[in-house]
Each structure stands twice: as structure tokens, then as C-alpha cells.
């Protein structure tokens, strides 16, 4: 009996070893952490200056929903490094299933609060800061598009939530832990409240015109995701539409129409022209533009294509 708990708990010490070894932080990457002026909250972060003595770009990498900036696990720090860039990894209240977290004040205020220190910190270009992120990153990268005090050049949204109330309704189908997960950002109380779900989504807020008009803003989405992925590819595209509507784009032809959100949609696939563009051997399925936002779908599910990614939004 005691052999046997001793080789249990080994092997717990064993999955935690391991655990911790692929999280593991490439040498560079330095850790430190601030304080919210809202709550006093502590924020910890990870960085990377750039070694240069001229001003370089600052990438602000945004984590995944479930994770935080110690337990993201895929990161585009070794990307940025091998730029020169300055980079940070703000964790803005970390997982979201509470509800200061899910794009909340506090989240906006935090992320800010990130770039700020790597403004006085770091030696950065401030006319090239580019904010990124996949999934829960690129729903928090549209609402710092909507929301940001900041003046950033370009932003980069994958794999993103855009309407927590529709994302709430495809998660109780899907039966995942997200559903559970909006509810504890949204209400204390336990039960769903579309109204609070709406305000924590940047597809209802007001889009800033005027402050975003010299910023780029690129939406991918993988075309199976929603299938082999937990976000279905709508989010993106009623986002990518509803920034055209505010800004008053009068080609039709610019937005994605209904009949082919819903080929895509349906099929997890749309006819495409040939020779057929790509990104990082992925064949790109779909792209609307209009003026400086884009919508790309390619061949891909839940995901970044990080070896790629910072060489799209320095474009």
C-alpha cells in the first residue's frame, strides 16, 4: 500500500515537472509586474526589449481565454526577439471566469497599463506598436481596437470572439465549459443575462472612427473553426461587417454577404479562384477588405499561424 502511494505521488510530481517544463519561458523573456491605478490590482507580465539603440516596434501579445501570462503555452516571443522587437505578455486579469475579466474595464485599463510600461521601459517606436492575439487573445485585441487610449498602428485578431451573448447560446450546444465560464464573467448571480453579455462584447460597442483611422485591423478566422475549434467563424465576420457599417463603406461588394457567411458556414469550405493565394502553405479561402480592415478565412481550424503572424501585421 505504501509502494503504491509513493509511485502515486511520484507520478504527480512527474506530470508537474512536466507541466512546468512546457511552460517554460524562452531565456531572454524577463518577468516583472505592475500595479492597477482602478484596484491596486497586481498585474504580472513578461518582456523582451529589443537590443537596439534606435526605437523599435512593441508586439502586446494578448493570452488565450483559459490561460494566463504564465500558463500560456504558445507565444510569438522568440518571433519578436529574432525581429529585435520589444514585446510584452500582460496577463489583464488572466483566465476569464470572473468578472473582472472578459474585456471589462479592468481588462482595457490593465492591457493600457502594460503598454505604458513598455513605453517608459522599453525604446519604442511609437509609431509602430502592434497588438495581437488568438481566440480569447483576439477577442481582447478587437476590444482594444474599440477601446484602447492608446494610438496603435496595427492590430491582429484570430480565431475571435466578437459577441459573448451568441458565443454563450453555440457554447450551451457544444455543452464546454465556456458557457459557465461567460456566466461567471458576466453575473454574479449565476444565471445568463444577455443584456451584461452584450456590454463585454465589442461587436455592440461604438467603433471608434476617428482615433482608428490610420490603424490597420486584420481578422483571420480558420474555416473549420466552430467544428474542430470551440468559435465558429460568424464572430469574425459580423465583426469585420459591423466595422463597415459604422464607418459607412458604400461597396456592397466590401462586405462578406449573407449567402457567402452561410456557404462557409454549412460546407467549412468556399470555391476558390486559381492559382490560389496563401499564408504559411495555407490556402486562403476568403478576404474582403475596405479601407484599412480585413477579414481573411483560410485553411486551418482554432489557431494562430504564429511563424507568420508579426510578418502579416508589419505589411
Known sequence: MIKKLLLTVAALMLVGFTYSQSIQRPNFLKKDSIHSNLDKNTQVFYYDKSSSSEAKPL??????????????????????????????????????????????????????????WALKHMKVDKTNIYIIGNSGGGYAT?????????????????????????????????????????IQCTNANGVFDDQKARERSP????????????????????????????????????????????????????YVSSDDASTMLKTQSFPVKKPIKTIDNRAIL??????????????????ILKNVALDLIDD
Open 59 to 116: 508586439v502586446v501579445e494578448l493570452h488565450s481565454w483559459s490561460n494566463t501570462a504564465d500558463s500560456q503555452k504558445e507565444i510569438l516571443a522568440e518571433q519578436a526577439h529574432s525581429k529585435n522587437w520589444n514585446y510584452i505578455l500582460p496577463n489583464f486579469r488572466g483566465v476569464n471566469n470572473h468578472f473582472k475579466a472578459c474585456c471589462s474595464e479592468f481588462v482595457i485599463n490593465d492591457i493600457d497599463e502594460a503598454i505604458d
Open 142 to 182: 478587437m476590444a482594444m481596437y474599440m477601446k484602447s487610449r492608446h494610438n496603435i498602428r496595427a492590430f491582429s485578431a484570430w480565431s475571435s470572439i466578437s459577441d459573448l451573448a451568441t458565443w454563450h447560446e453555440e457554447s450551451v450546444e457544444r455543452k464546454n465549459k465556456y458557457a459557465i465560464e461567460i
Open 286 to 303: 476568403y478576404q474582403k477588405s475596405s479601407k484599412k480592415i480585413t477579414i481573411t478565412i483560410f485553411e486551418g481550424t482554432h489557431e
Open 203 to 254: 461587436l455592440f460597442w461604438e467603433t471608434p472612427i476617428k482615433k482608428r483611422k490610420n490603424s490597420v485591423l486584420q481578422i483571420y478566422a480558420g474555416i473549420h473553426d466552430g467544428y474542430t475549434g470551440s468559435v465558429p467563424i460568424s464572430q469574425s465576420i459580423k465583426f469585420y461587417n459591423k466595422l463597415l457599417i459604422d464607418t459607412k463603406e458604400p461597396n456592397d461588394v466590401r
